[in-house]
């Protein structure tokens, strides 16, 4: 029988992340949540700043679910569903799936190893933490070309 090797964040660097984004968001005075998820979106570390707004919590789950399970930004899923009105009416009534900005896939080599989503501050400010936050541990938000 053939096994199958899985390939994801583990706890380990996900806690790291989600610290840092934190600290980032502190440092800037921004109330937001930071989720990193596995590449099925499970659930793998959550932190948040102490005041931030309740709806950014989920928020912030959906976006990193949403960019692990398609390996693409939420923006980018967006833009590339967008203009197929039938498919973006399938896509916005699908559960957990969330196209605000800030979720973001996590890409070791040309592997998607999970996805974030920062949650909480305005839409440039969530994207930039999370973009920052996955390349300060070396991995990147896109499958290299």
């Given at each position: 029988m053939k096994s199958i090797a899985r390939h994801?964040?583990?706890?380990?660097l996900a806690y790291q992340m989600v610290g840092h984004a934190i600290e980032l968001?502190?440092?800037q005075q921004l109330e937001v949540c930071a989720v990193v998820c596995d590449p099925r979106g499970h659930l793998v570390a959550l932190a948040r700043t102490d005041n931030v707004m309740a709806p950014?919590?989920?928020?912030?789950?959906?976006?990193?679910?949403?960019?692990?399970?398609?390996?693409?930004?939420?923006?980018?899923l967006y833009?590339?569903?967008?203009?197929?009105?039938?498919?973006a009416l399938g896509f916005a009534n699908r559960e957990r799936v969330l196209?605000?900005?800030?979720g973001l896939p996590i890409f070791e080599g040309d592997v998607c190893i999970g996805?974030?989503?920062?949650?909480?501050?305005?839409?440039?400010?969530d994207i930039d933490l999370a973009t920052a936050t996955i390349e300060?541990?070396?991995l990147s938000v896109e499958k290299p070309a």
């Open positions: 994801e964040i583990d706890s380990a968001a502190r440092q950014a919590i989920q928020f912030a789950i959906d976006k990193a679910w949403t960019s692990a399970n398609f390996s693409i930004s939420t923006v980018g833009e590339r569903i967008a203009p197929k009105p039938p498919v196209f605000f900005p800030g996805g974030m989503g920062v949650s909480g501050a305005k839409d440039q400010e300060k541990f070396g």
